[in-house]
């Protein structure tokens, strides 16, 4: 991950996305958080010599785990 705002998220992959594809992304921080969202722009960049992805991404969703676990026991 590059970058994390209100809005999305910005990482690169060694995967190829396009723009308008929907996306899941879990992220491991101090709390779990799964983004839903959709690729808005991609990027073909070289790191150490090998080909990445970069690529920004519109959050719709924005989940917290440890909300979805506890909504889930009620």
């Known amino acids: 991950m590059i970058d994390i705002s209100k809005g999305g998220i910005g990482l690169t ?4 996305f396009f ?5 899941e992304i879990t992220v491991n921080y101090i709390d ?10 991609a990027q073909l960049t070289s790191m150490n010599g090998r080909a990445q992805y970069r690529i920004g991404i519109e959050a719709d ?3 917290v785990v440890k909300d979805i676990l506890e909504a889930g026991s009620t």
Not at 13 to 16: I, L, Q
Not at 19 to 23: A, R
């Open 61 to 63: 969703r924005v989940l």
């Open 32 to 41: 779990d958080y799964a983004v839903h969202g959709t690729v808005r722009w």
């Open 19 to 23: 723009p308008g594809n929907e996306v």
């Open 13 to 16: 992959t060694s995967r190829g």
